[in-house]
């Protein structure tokens, strides 16, 4: 008898981004660290609001009844604990920051995709990489988002190679989208990954302009946009100076 191929773990969407944004072999983010921060904190809004505790009601984020299950618990409170209710912007400054990426890393580490390995600088442990212990959860997820931006019901999805990152991974042909196709979960994690700068580095002949749009519609990653947005300015403003 022939063992039984596991299933790959669902991932939440911060999860499911650090994934497709971090390196396979290299275990460093494909994005800047500002990106990858910003990015995390509006999938994390997304992720609630897919569960159903948070939604979006004229300009602010505010908490359900629902109570679910989920590893996010600790920013479900904080929005629950809020006396008034913010704006997505808002919550996305709020919650990005270093902490809570590492926290989202961990949680890959203890599904035993990616491994924590610590760089030692002046004798200190102070960088920190997670390159990819398990392929397959990575891979189905790839192979969930070719398959609502083509026309084939198992694209291929190559293994990384030692000179591969997620961007590598795979491009799809000429997009054919299909709304019958598109599950909320992959919307979001699209929407995310052209938020981030990231989408049209893993799918170079995909569809921009609709993965734009799409970001613009979807209010986590437009929250996503204008923090990194202002990000940018100040940057610049900074360099002027």
């Keep these: 008898?022939?063992?039984e191929i596991p299933t790959p773990p669902e991932l939440s969407l911060p999860q499911a981004f650090l994934l497709l944004a971090t390196n396979d072999i290299s275990g460093k983010a494909e994005v800047p660290v500002f990106a990858l921060r910003t990015t995390v904190a509006g999938a994390t809004l997304a992720e609630l609001n897919l569960l159903g505790a948070i939604e979006l009601r004229g300009k602010y984020v505010r908490p359900t009844d629902s109570v679910p299950e989920t590893h996010l618990q600790r920013e479900l409170e904080l929005i629950r604990g809020k006396s008034r209710p913010h704006t997505p912007k808002w919550w996305v400054s709020a919650l990005e920051?270093?902490?809570q990426v590492l926290r989202v890393y961990e949680g890959l580490v203890s599904l035993g995709i990616v491994e924590h390995v610590g760089e030692k600088h002046l004798g200190r442990f102070r960088a920190v990489r997670y390159p990819e212990k398990d392929h397959a959860p990575e891979a189905?997820?790839?192979?969930?988002i070719l398959?609502?931006?083509v026309d084939s019901p198992e694209p291929e999805?190559?293994?990384p190679t030692a000179t591969e990152g997620p961007a590598d991974a795979a491009t799809p042909p000429a997009a054919k989208h299909d709304p019958k196709k598109l599950d909320?979960?992959?919307l979001a994690l699209i929407a995310l990954l052209e938020s981030a700068g990231m989408f049209g580095k893993i799918f170079p002949d995909a569809d921009r302009v609709w993965a734009d749009e799409l970001a613009k519609d979807y209010w986590p990653a437009r929250a996503v946009e204008d923090e990194l947005r202002l990000i940018r300015l100040a940057e610049e403003e900074a360099a002027t100076l």
């Design 97 to 99: 920051g270093r902490v």
């Design 1 to 3: 008898m022939n063992a």
């Design 147 to 149: 398959a609502t931006l």
């Design 157 to 159: 999805v190559p293994e």
């Design 184 to 186: 909320a979960r992959v």
């Design 140 to 144: 189905a997820l790839l192979q969930r």
